[in-house]
């Protein structure tokens, strides 16, 4: 294993600084965070996932103007779609086949309109990431969440509804499955909820309710050799995983189905600092992702292991180009390489900046005790 040279603490708290400054500049009027702003494929759009994350990192730095201007957001996008929810929502009571067209997509445009061009659409672990995420910034900041009521509402619903449907993963990919990593999601954002006060008696109940099966499903067909797996059913780990125990609960850290999953992950996808998604990747030919090198840092850092989560963080730190701008993910260990072409030439280099990644150096940074004194 390659030895990484430790950062020095102010460099990496200057990274902080820059990290805060990159999701500022690129944070679009509307309070939207677009996933990158320059990335052909992403360009224009905002992702809840992306964006529950990256609010995340902005609300430990301090920046509540930021973050209150992104929930604002989400809170009007989902909003105007109530109608189209309850819509929704009767056609599932009353035992129909809702087609995946008519269900509400996983990216928005930044004035929070749906998208034109074709996306892979269907993905609850926004909505669950989103819910999750709001509540989150509230209790930290001693914030009445009701400020956000009427989207958490619509989340409800639509989550409530539609969990247990199969749907693409955070990578977009698998529609045919049930992932792991969304039902953690599903229960983090729910549980949440209940516990925020904020829904109606009906809707808590159905938070609480939905949380447990999504948890009794994950727990039943999704665990293999000791760690949670990729999808129901399947043997293999996925990046993601370690969010189904910091943040999302799904199972309690230190259990030894936690312990087992984030050493599974840092086994079979951590190459000296620097995460895969998973060992089937092609995109861009399979390299690693920055902000799944903090998630992981993130999980050791619950469990104690602060020496561990320093190393990611300083591989993470490594990755910012000189600008402090932080990539999507690099190059330097694919797994499958010979596939990297074929999408330079469809979409261009890789996503610089994205601000996820930022967002999750911001959070592994204030795990590690690194924002004290340098919020906004």
Same mark, same amino acid.
Not at 27 to 34: D, E, I
Not at 194 to 207: F, K, M
Not at 284 to 292: E, I
């Given at each position: 294993?390659?030895?990484?040279?430790?950062?020095?603490?102010?460099?990496?708290?200057?990274?902080?600084?820059?990290?805060?400054?990159? !999701?500022?500049?690129?944070?679009?009027?509307?309070?939207?965070?677009?996933?990158?702003?320059?990335? =052909?494929?992403?360009?224009?759009?905002?992702?809840?996932?992306?964006?529950?994350?990256?609010?995340?990192?902005?609300?430990?730095?301090?920046?509540?103007? =930021?973050?209150?201007?992104?929930?604002?957001?989400?809170?009007?996008?989902?909003?105007?779609?109530?109608?189209?929810?309850?819509?929704?929502?009767?056609?599932?009571?009353?035992?129909?086949?809702?087609?995946?067209?008519?269900?509400?997509?996983?990216?928005?445009?930044?004035?929070?309109?749906?998208?034109?061009?074709?996306?892979?659409?269907?993905?609850?672990?926004?909505?669950?990431?989103?819910?999750?995420?709001?509540?989150?910034?509230?209790?930290?900041?001693?914030?009445?969440?009701?400020?956000?009521?009427?989207? !958490?509402?619509?989340?409800?619903?639509?989550?409530?509804?539609?969990?247990?449907?199969?749907?693409?993963?955070?990578?977009?990919?698998?529609?045919?499955?049930?992932?792991?990593?969304?039902?953690?999601? !599903?229960?983090?954002?729910?549980?949440?909820?209940?516990?925020?006060?904020?829904?109606?008696?009906?809707? &808590? =109940?159905?938070?609480?309710?939905?949380?447990?099966?999504?948890?009794?499903?994950?727990?039943?067909?999704?665990? &293999?050799?000791?760690?949670?797996?990729?999808?129901?059913?399947?043997?293999?780990?996925?990046?993601?995983?370690?969010?189904?125990?910091?943040?999302?609960?799904?199972?309690?850290?230190?259990?030894?189905?936690?312990?087992?999953?984030?050493?599974?992950?840092?086994?079979?996808?951590? &190459?000296?600092?620097?995460?895969?998604?998973?060992?089937?990747?092609?995109?861009?030919?399979?390299?690693?992702?920055?902000?799944? =090198?903090?998630?992981?840092?993130?999980?050791?850092?619950?469990?104690?292991?602060?020496?561990?989560?320093?190393?990611?963080?300083?591989?993470?730190?490594?990755?910012?180009?000189?600008?402090?701008?932080?990539?999507?993910?690099?190059?330097?260990?694919?797994?499958?390489?010979?596939?990297?072409?074929?999408?330079?030439?469809?979409?261009?280099?890789?996503?610089?900046?994205?601000?996820?990644?930022?967002?999750?150096?911001?959070?592994?940074?204030?795990?590690?005790?690194?924002?004290?004194?340098?919020?906004?």
């Amino acid at each position: 294993m390659t030895t990484l040279p430790s950062h020095r603490t102010h460099d990496l708290v200057a990274l902080a600084r820059r990290s805060h400054a990159v !999701i500022r500049e690129h944070q679009h009027a509307s309070g939207a965070y677009p996933a990158s702003p320059t990335f =052909s494929a992403y360009r224009g759009y905002a992702w809840l996932r992306d964006g529950g994350f990256t609010a995340e990192g902005m609300s430990r730095y301090g920046d509540l103007a =930021s973050v209150n201007a992104f929930h604002d957001w989400v809170d009007a996008t989902l909003s105007a779609r109530r109608d189209q929810v309850d819509e929704l929502v009767a056609l599932r009571a009353a035992g129909r086949e809702v087609p995946r067209d008519l269900l509400l997509p996983t990216r928005f445009t930044l004035d929070g309109g749906d998208g034109t061009d074709e996306w892979w659409d269907f993905q609850t672990d926004g909505y669950g990431t989103w819910l999750w995420s709001v509540v989150t910034h509230a209790r930290r900041h001693g914030l009445d969440p009701g400020r956000w009521r009427r989207g !958490i509402e619509v989340a409800v619903d639509f989550v409530g509804a539609f969990w247990d449907r199969p749907c693409f993963d955070w990578w977009e990919e698998h529609d045919e499955q049930r992932h792991v990593s969304t039902l953690g999601a !599903i229960v983090g954002g729910l549980e949440a909820v209940a516990g925020a006060g904020v829904p109606d008696a009906a809707r &808590a =109940s159905t938070c609480r309710d939905v949380a447990a099966r999504a948890r009794a499903l994950a727990l039943a067909e999704g665990v &293999a050799d000791g760690h949670l797996t990729k999808w129901l059913g399947s043997t293999a780990v996925d990046g993601s995983l370690p969010a189904c125990v910091v943040p999302f609960g799904l199972v309690e850290v230190g259990s030894p189905l936690a312990r087992g999953t984030v050493a599974a992950v840092a086994r079979d996808l951590d &190459a000296d600092g620097g995460v895969h998604r998973f060992l089937a990747d092609v995109f861009y030919g399979g390299g690693q992702w920055l902000l799944l =090198s903090c998630l992981l840092g993130w999980n050791l850092a619950a469990q104690g292991d602060t020496e561990g989560a320093r190393r990611l963080l300083d591989w993470v730190a490594a990755q910012a180009a000189d600008s402090g701008e932080m990539p999507e993910q690099v190059g330097h260990h694919l797994l499958h390489p010979h596939t990297r072409a074929e999408w330079v030439e469809r979409w261009g280099e890789v996503a610089t900046p994205l601000l996820w990644s930022h967002g999750m150096y911001l959070v592994l940074a204030d795990e590690l005790g690194l924002l004290e004194g340098v919020q906004a």
